[in-house]
């Protein structure tokens, strides 16, 4: 019988003109295949949650724009790039947080400037000199690429981790940032896979992750069918959990990391951080490089997006829990301040404060 980690999260399916997911707002209850063809079913894909974690989105929008631009008839260089960035644009808006979706969109557009330069395809090219095929084909390699470098990236995050990790350990993380918000691994859940498969006796719990309970219904069952010794909590019990000892060590993802190492993650990271500073317990943010920002100076500067109050009022009930009128703050993401992290974990190894001289030099290296 397959479990969920036996599915793909995202995967191209060119045959058929379509990018399939995993239908997450679906989860744990159901696990349902959805083919998304159209910008509009991509968008709303997106916004929805029903793809969500930022490395899955950025491989999401890599195969959307790549499927949205096709059946391209641009006539002439010029159109495409016109076409493409406007169909970008308007993938890009359906989540300002999550740096990966940019990156992706942007990196398939400077892949096809790449080609074009490469074929000696002029601006003003058109008819016989201007050889669209080629162009498509590069798209679709380009976020292939981006799918297999998503995978071997969280990989190499899970070994870095790792080395942050005993036997016995006791793991907090919250939100998903397992397989299911990439495309194998996850980064957090990264180094918390690595170490089950070393046979490693380690329990991790998991936050529910108010109000959309991504802890709930992703973490804890895709960490639960794979095998490892999982618990789930109340967002409100973590700073009780940590006082009694339980918790040695606490990784969570995010979705951008600011120049000075801030970092926006799901809302409600900053207070489990906060508490874990308090009782001296380590906090990594498991992230990608993609995922760091330097042209984002500080936690300050970044985007955080608001959500529809219904889902603070209304979901997941039967009827509707708060009384008609009351206001809602429903903030998606929240930032967490450098100074209260321990590590950032990404592929290249750990950095540490200053983050800001630890980002900048790794950038310099890479």
């Keep these: 019988m397959k479990s969920i980690l036996d599915y793909e999260t995202v995967s191209l399916i060119d045959e058929d003109d379509a990018i399939e997911i995993i239908d ?27 793809v969500r974690g930022a490395p899955a989105i950025g491989v999401a929008a890599g195969f959307g724009l790549y499927i949205l631009m096709k059946h391209s008839k641009a006539a002439s260089y010029e159109e495409f790039m016109k076409e493409l960035r406007e169909k970008s644009d308007y993938l890009n808006s359906s989540r300002p947080t999550a740096v990966n979706l940019s990156w992706a969109l ?27 095929n080629t162009l498509i084909e590069a798209m679709r390699d380009e976020s292939e690429r981006i799918k297999a470098e998503d995978i071997d ?19 907090l993380t919250h939100c998903n940032a397992g397989q299911l918000c990439a495309c194998k691994y996850g980064t957090a859940t990264a180094p918390m896979y690595l170490a089950h498969e070393k046979g490693y006796n380690i329990k991790v719990y998991c936050d529910e992750t108010r109000p959309l309970l991504q802890g709930a219904r992703l973490t804890a069952f895709e960490l639960h ?10 967002d409100n019990m973590s700073a009780s959990l940590m006082k009694s000892g339980a918790i040695d060590a606490i990784f969570v993802g995010c979705d951008r990391v600011a120049a000075n190492g801030d970092a926006a993650n799901k809302i409600g990271t900053s207070v489990v951080a906060t508490v874990a500073k308090r009782y001296n317990i380590p906090f990594y943010v498991c992230a990608p490089t993609s995922t760091i920002d330097i042209s984002t100076k500080t936690g300050a500067d970044i985007n955080i997006e608001q959500r529809k109050p219904e889902e603070v009022t209304e979901m997941w009930y039967k009827e509707r829990m708060a009384p008609e009128g009351v206001k809602v703050y429903n903030p998606a993401f929240d930032v967490t301040d450098n100074e209260l992290i321990t590590g950032i ?15 900048s030099k790794l950038f310099q290296n890479k």
């Design 24 to 50: 997450q707002t679906k989860l744990p209850g159901t696990i349902e295949l959805i083919r998304l063809r159209t910008g509009e079913e991509i968008w709303n894909a997106i916004y929805l949650l029903q």
């Design 106 to 132: 942007k990196r398939m557009e400077s892949h096809v400037v790449k080609t074009a330069d490469e074929m000696g395809i002029k601006e003003n090219a058109s008819g016989a000199d201007f050889d669209i």
């Design 153 to 171: 990236v969280c990989r190499r995050i899970g070994e870095n981790g790792l080395t942050l990790i005993k036997d016995g350990f006791g793991l």
């Design 225 to 234: 069918s794979a095998g490892i010794d999982t618990t789930l909590l109340c």
């Design 345 to 359: 974990v990404t592929e290249y190894g750990i950095l540490r404060a200053p983050y800001d001289v630890s980002i």
